[in-house]
């Protein structure tokens, strides 16, 4: 089993829509979690840290149950410029530096 | 600006050589990485270093080697040991003061073997 696991994609939506990918992993013990953002051949970034209870920004939720080991995240309103690959990150260490796992990542096409 | 410059962007080896990519960093961060990523599949931790002159091996070491002489700098070797080199390569640093886990990523290396 992969320790994060994510949503196969592509994703292929209509501008507008609403779409949301779903991640979940392996080891219960892991401390925090993230979604990350790819462009084509350029480097991730963060997009945004998920919280227990759940945070928004903007037009993106990010939700966790840790019961269930399971990430997700809500895109709103779809724009053309949100096409990119969204990866699901945990991180497994306490601590300076933290030890990242990264999931293969779901990509989304966003079509007019 | 500060950031993360990664050289060079695109390189070409014979098999058999080895092959050194750059990484350099002038956010004054403890914290670097190198991954490995390769078509549809996540980011794979090669090694990191938490403080200069100190390094820890990731999930796939073989084949690869660093040091951390200074701050600033964390270089990746591929070596001949590597059985299959070509990927994407990608150098991080995050924040001193606790990992908040925001990773600053370079624009990346791209390594073709031929």
């Known amino acids: 089993r992969k320790e994060v696991e994510q949503d196969p994609g592509p994703f292929n939506v209509p501008e507008g829509a609403t779409v949301a990918f779903n991640c979940t992993y392996s080891n219960s013990a892991s401390q925090s979690f993230f979604w990350y953002r790819q462009d084509c051949r350029k480097e991730p970034k963060l997009l945004m840290s998920v919280y227990s209870s759940g945070n928004e920004d903007g037009r993106f939720t990010a939700q966790l149950n840790r019961a269930s080991q399971y990430i997700s995240l809500l895109i709103r309103d779809s724009k053309l410029s949100d096409s990119a690959t969204y990866l699901c990150?945990?991180?497994?260490?306490?601590?300076?530096?933290?030890?990242?796992?990264f999931g293969q990542g779901t990509e989304l096409s966003v079509k007019p | 600006d500060g950031g993360i410059t990664q050289s060079p962007k695109y390189l070409f080896r014979k098999e058999g050589q080895n092959v050194t990519l750059s990484c350099e960093q002038n956010?004054?961060?403890?914290?670097m990485y190198w991954y490995r990523q390769d078509p549809g599949q996540g980011l794979r931790l090669i090694y990191y270093?938490?403080?200069?002159?100190?390094?820890q091996k990731g999930d796939i070491a073989e084949g690869y080697s660093v040091s951390r002489e200074k701050k600033e700098s964390f270089p990746l070797t591929v070596t001949s040991a590597q059985k299959n080199p070509t990927a994407f390569y990608l150098c991080?640093?995050?924040?001193?003061?606790?990992?908040?886990?925001?990773?600053?990523f370079g624009e990346g290396s791209r390594l073709t073997v031929l």
């Open positions: 990150v945990v991180n497994e260490q306490r601590g300076q530096g933290g030890k990242l796992i």
């Open positions: 956010l004054n961060h403890d914290a």
């Open positions: 270093s938490q403080i200069v002159n100190d390094f």
């Open positions: 991080a640093s995050s924040n001193p003061g606790g990992f908040t886990g925001e990773l600053f």
